[in-house]
């Protein structure tokens, strides 16, 4: 069995395993640390599969998608401290 495929079902596995977390999770930090590892694994699923087809520039789909899940992560976290998206000064 190719390495590939066994990691490619590991990553599919702890994908669900966050989903589950995602939706179950006792407190709002729980469900944004499993929203922040379902989109982990996301990236490792695509670097994954494009080797597994043999097209090895989805690497650069990955990190694009990387970048987008920590710019989102960042606003998802400040939006749950503050309850809004503003600056400070919009705060006061």
């Known amino acids: 069995?190719?390495?590939?495929?066994?990691?490619?079902v590991a990553v599919l596995?702890?994908?669900?395993?966050?989903?589950?977390?995602?939706?179950r999770g006792p407190t709002v930090f729980d469900r944004v640390l499993a929203a922040n590892m379902f989109g982990t694994k996301t990236v490792l699923l695509i670097a994954v599969a494009g080797f597994l087809t043999g097209r090895p520039e989805w690497l650069d789909l990955a990190i694009l998608y990387a970048l987008m899940n920590f710019t989102g992560m960042i606003a998802l976290l400040?939006?749950?401290?503050?309850?809004?998206?503003?600056s400070d000064e919009q705060l006061k």
């Open 1 to 8: 069995m190719n390495v590939f495929v066994v990691a490619t």
């Open 78 to 86: 400040r939006f749950s401290k503050f309850a809004n998206l503003a």
């Open 13 to 23: 596995a702890t994908m669900l395993l966050a989903l589950v977390r995602a939706i």
